[in-house]
């Protein structure tokens, strides 16, 4: 069998080249200048029988890069059907870390020098990032001018990732509980791996090709993880963290650079931290707060008491201090039992929130003891809350009925320190104790 040609369309359908084939005794007759004779149909059908034959994903490209064939084997691969890759680039399959790539495959196999077959990364229609051992050939002309590359593609499995070590790292990445990131310098995203990506609002097909303000969904240059972004690309490497609803996240970000040390993109890490910023936080209201009310605690009550009588002393505004003591807690105890102690104390707790200011600070002192500091508060205020108090603590209807004393001190004509300010409501709340303005607890 001898060597034939067959026409083969070049640019356009009425562009014709000659591509060398074998001769076969079922192909058309010849002309006197010994090619064959094709109409367009038929090499398109040669094509496409050609496509067909292998399980592989098999495409053509034009010498621009532009899809002109594609087989059921690159259907079934990259879940793309015929109709929507026909015409489009081949940048359409590509993450855009492997762009560049696709211009150095059209410039080498332009001038002869045609990659060697090896691994590629591909998206797929779903938006999957794949691995594919490909394979390609370049057909040129008689002239030696190429017109078509055919490649033919296999997902890589696990097996093909080089040895143990390889394959434990591929597994690593794509499992560890963070989001790893990496963009190129206009910041959008070009790869990302792992798992940690439930602090967004987009799921991780939709991720490439976005930028990293879609990702943290933020459009100000100046928030953090945009700020820090640029900063990267300056050669800038930073840790912080960052809020997102309810999510928190540790981040570190620094400058991705080439071979060559050129600075090309970002890469980041993210750790959700949510859980353990949550641990933090209830520590840290253990440790501030009283178990049984929930209230804040002695230590709490008595800086915040030294910071307000600084600011007071230094913007010349007042503040007003109450101290409460609920009356008949032992008879309580002996009588009901200390649980129903309990809840009276967290009943009159319960009531110094409701009738004071979120600004304002409820405080249990000590056993039966209570503090209230009323921000920029004058003496008629601290008045009034002490009243309302009282009145709602003798009208509330759960057994036992309850009452507490109260004295009030006033910053600065009662003292201007702690412990004169802490003296003079003391006092107070003795007085009225012993005056009978108190009415008393009886236990029922």
């Not at 200048?33 to 034959?53: H, K, M, N």
């Not at 910041?187 to 439930?198: F, V």
Request: with cysteine; proline share 5%.
């Amino acid at each position: 069998m001898q060597n034939s040609f067959i026409l083969a369309p070049h640019s356009s359908p009425l562009s014709w080249r000659r591509l060398k084939i074998k001769r076969s005794k079922r192909l058309p007759r010849f002309c006197p200048s010994g090619y064959v004779l094709l109409d367009i149909a038929q090499p398109q059908r040669v094509l496409a029988a050609l496509l067909e034959s292998s399980e592989d994903a098999t495409l053509s490209l034009s010498p621009a890069g532009t899809i002109l064939s594609w087989s059921s084997g690159a259907e079934r691969l990259y879940g793309f059907v015929e109709n929507e890759v026909l015409g489009r680039s081949l940048s359409l399959l590509m993450p855009l870390c492997e762009l560049s790539a696709l211009d150095s495959l059209l410039k080498n196999s332009r001038c002869g020098d045609l990659p060697p077959d090896g691994t590629a990364e591909r998206l797929r229609k779903d938006g999957k990032k794949i691995s594919v051992s490909v394979r390609r050939k370049v057909v040129r002309d008689d002239r030696g001018e190429m017109i078509l590359i055919f490649e033919s593609g296999r997902e890589m499995n696990h097996q093909d990732f080089g040895g143990p070590a390889e394959q434990l790292m591929r597994m690593i990445m794509e499992q560890a509980p963070v989001l790893v990131w990496s963009t190129d310098r206009n910041l959008k995203i070009t790869s990302h791996w792992g798992t940690g990506l439930s602090f967004s609002d987009l799921r991780p097909c939709e991720l490439v090709g976005r930028t990293v303000s879609d990702l943290f969904r933020s459009e100000e240059a100046a928030a953090m993880p945009i700020a820090q972004h640029h900063k990267a690309l300056l050669g800038v490497a930073s840790r912080f963290e960052f809020g997102r609803g309810n999510k928190a996240l540790d981040i570190q970000l620094g400058p991705l650079r080439s071979s060559e040390g050129e600075i090309i993109g970002c890469m980041g890490v993210g750790l959700d931290i949510t859980d353990r910023k949550k641990t933090e936080e209830d520590i840290r209201f253990q440790a501030t707060h009283d178990h049984l009310t929930g209230l804040a605690n002695y230590g709490v009550f008595a800086d915040t008491l030294d910071r307000e009588i600084r600011r007071a002393s230094r913007t010349h505004r007042p503040f007003a201090l109450l101290l409460l003591d609920l009356d008949g807690l032992k008879t309580i105890n002996d009588c009901l039992g200390h649980l129903a102690g309990n809840r009276a104390l967290k009943r009159l707790a319960r009531l110094m929130t409701q009738h004071c200011r979120s600004t304002d600070l409820a405080a249990r002192y000590g056993g039966d003891e209570f503090a209230l500091i009323l921000f920029e508060a004058d003496p008629g205020m601290a008045e009034h809350v002490a009243q309302r108090i009282e009145s709602c603590l003798g009208k509330d209807p759960e057994p036992p009925i309850l009452s507490a004393s109260i004295g009030a001190a006033h910053f600065p004509s009662d003292g201007r320190t702690a412990q004169e300010l802490l003296e003079a409501a003391d006092r107070r709340l003795y007085q009225r104790k012993q005056s009978g303005r108190a009415r008393g607890t009886r236990a029922t």
